[in-house]
Structures are given as C-alpha cells and as structure tokens.
C-alpha cells in the first residue's frame, strides 16, 4: 500500500507564502485521511484545485 500526495505549486497562492499555504494544503488532506476518506481533491485558498491525494488501496480491502 502505498500514499501519494501531489501538490502543484505554480500559481498566486503559493507566490506569497509558500510555506503556509503548503502547511494548510497538507493538514487539510491530514484531516480527510483521519476521517476515513482515502482519496480526493483539496484546493488552494483562492479556490483552485492543486492537489489530488490518494492510498493505492484503501485499508478496508486488507481485511475482505
């Protein structure tokens, strides 16, 4: 099993601070993988989709 998170990093929001809006986009998927949700989206805070996350499978199919 395996994690990936993949942030694109090229536009406005990240210009200004770099670190934070980074830090924000990461807690952000933290706090959807501690509700069970193993795959999605998250976006920036101008709105913007920059990011997908996804497990290579997720948990419940280890135990089937």
Do not use: S
């Not at 959807?32 to 101008?46: C, S």
Request: glycine content about 10%; aromatic content about 6%; charged content about 20%.
């Amino acid at each position: 099993m395996k994690f990936v998170l993949e942030v694109e990093c090229d536009n406005d929001a990240f210009a200004t601070d770099l670190a934070g809006t980074l830090g924000a986009i990461i807690g952000t998927c933290a706090d959807q993988v501690e509700a069970g949700i193993f795959h999605g989206t998250l976006r920036d805070p101008n709105g913007n989709t920059v990011a997908e996350y996804h497990l290579t499978h997720a948990p419940e199919e280890d135990a089937a």
